[in-house]
């Protein structure tokens, strides 16, 4: 099974990147989701999905931790308030 983090190739075309998702269907189907990493550029490929089967790891990495978000990470913003007390002038 492919982990997420892992760098992977499908087999038939050769795309690689990181396998950023994972779909399990019913009836046993399994798609990874391949991100590409940017190019030279700084443009990035679109994200392509493929059968687990043609996805071979690349390099065995760690998936990269996800910053921990809060109801105050949005940026700055007036606490929620009663509605029937008056807005602040």
Known sequence: MIKLGNKVRDLVTGF?????????????????????????????????WFDEQRVEVVEDTPAPMAKSYSATSGGPADPPRNPNTPPRL
């Open 16 to 48: 690689t990147g990181i396998a950023t998702a994972r779909t399990e269907y019913l009836y046993g189907c399994v798609h990874i989701s391949v991100t590409p990493t940017v190019d030279k550029d700084g443009k990035q490929a679109e994200t392509a």
